[in-house]
């Protein structure tokens, strides 16, 4: 059945909207109090104060009975690359020794680890892999995903991953959105060869997952050492004219003017920015780039955090996601995830929840469907197990999602 009534919530915390969010927007979650949301063939059909009357048969809905329970958005998670064969455990401990993130990756480890195990796995031992750490994310309140490739780095991984994903989202109750990233690193066979690397992407594959329709945006690591400003535009720019929508990892490691180039590229979305500048922060703000946020990868690498609370005061629309992967974040904890945005990024708590939701589908050019509690929109929903959003950074660490409803229907 996917028609459901959560009745007499204590907060019905709708993130109203359907676009993203900035500035003061950001702090206005639109709470209703021991409010009504009907959830009718998969699609929120009512939203209704205190004391308005059901105006549906309740015998043809599953009731609910939210009491004392805050009703959300299912979380968005916009930046993951949940896909992959092996783990790189040893490289931890490396790490916590003093290694350097470029230092591991320099010496054959990071992302080229990750490469070799996942070029080494079939489609029948991935797919598993990933289904068992979707129902993880589920479990946390996750009903919409991003999926990133890049851990192929040639023709046949790299659409291996992507037909994973769209598999994943045919089979498993998650929306998995796929995302090509072919420029994640360079892969041994091509070191010192970038620039036709980038070439091989555009000639190639750019064609291939278009014509298969395995991805919907394209993504490219801008940074030093891995890709150039101007390797990075070309790539983006042979994208764009494929159709896919547009993501980068930008200024993760050092200020390269990753946040400048996604503001003239106009991306969906530009994603870590630790080391973003001023001026690439004012760009992304004056052209509506999502500032996706990873606070856990900061976390696990011992890193500054980003400026969050400068990108929202600077009128950034801000997103947040875990950047699940086997290196820099093997993490999908979203209780984490909201306590270090809070704590260390200095976002209020209704700034953060706006990230996780109606910012985080922003990133994904989904916020006219999903991110928000609006009728038309997929009844994608969680409860939590306390009469307040404001629980999710205060609880720290602790999952206090206790229901989650995905199009109309109660999978957790």
Request: with cysteine; net charge negative; glycine share 8%.
């Amino acid at each position: 059945m996917r028609n459901i009534i959560i009745k007499n919530a204590a907060q019905v915390v709708t993130c109203s909207g359907f676009r993203g969010k900035r500035g003061s927007e950001m702090s206005d979650l639109q709470v209703i109090d021991n409010g009504t949301v009907i959830v009718t063939d998969g699609i929120i059909s009512h939203i209704l104060q205190p004391g308005e009357p059901i105006p549906v048969e309740e015998k043809d809905y599953q009731i609910t009975n939210a009491e004392g329970k805050a009703l959300l958005p299912g979380f968005v998670d916009p930046h993951t690359h949940f896909v992959f064969g092996g783990y790189r455990e040893e490289e931890f401990s490396w790490r916590m020794r003093g290694d350097s993130y470029m230092d591991i990756m320099h010496r054959g480890g990071g992302i080229v680890n990750t490469t070799n195990a996942t070029r080494a796995a079939t489609e029948e031992e991935l797919t598993p892999s990933g289904h068992e750490r979707l129902d993880a994310m589920m479990h946390l309140g996750i009903t919409t995903v991003e999926g990133k490739s890049g851990y192929g780095l040639d023709r046949e991984t790299e659409l291996k991953q992507l037909r994973v994903m769209r598999r994943l989202n045919e089979t498993h109750a998650m929306d998995v959105v796929p995302t090509f990233m072919g420029a994640h690193a360079t892969p041994a066979e091509w070191k010192g060869r970038e620039d036709a690397f980038i070439d091989f992407n555009i000639r190639e594959m750019f064609p291939l997952v278009a014509q298969e329709k395995l991805a919907e945006s394209v993504d490219i690591f801008c940074e030093k050492g891995v890709f150039t400003i101007a390797q990075s535009r070309r790539y983006l720019k042979a994208a764009r004219e494929h159709g896919f929508l547009l993501k980068m990892h930008a200024d993760e490691i050092i200020s390269l003017g990753g946040a400048e180039l996604a503001a003239e590229m106009h991306c969906l979305s530009a994603d870590h920015l630790l080391q973003a500048s001023d001026a690439g922060i004012r760009a992304m703000a004056d052209a509506s780039v999502v500032a996706t946020l990873l606070p856990l990868t900061a976390f696990s690498l011992r890193e500054p955090y980003a400026r969050g609370r400068e990108m929202i005061d600077a009128g950034c629309i801000v997103a947040l996601a875990t950047d699940l992967n086997p290196g820099s974040s093997f993490t999908a904890s979203v209780p984490l995830l909201f306590a270090l945005a809070c704590i260390y990024m200095q976002l209020t708590p209704e700034e953060a929840v706006t990230a996780f939701t109606i910012n985080s589908a922003a990133a994904l050019n989904r916020a006219d469907s999903i991110g928000s509690i609006d009728i038309g929109k997929q009844g994608d929903l969680l409860l939590l197990q306390f009469p307040s959003y404001k629980f999710l950074p205060y609880h720290v660490g602790m999952n206090i999602v206790e229901t989650v409803i995905k199009k109309g229907e109660i999978v957790i």
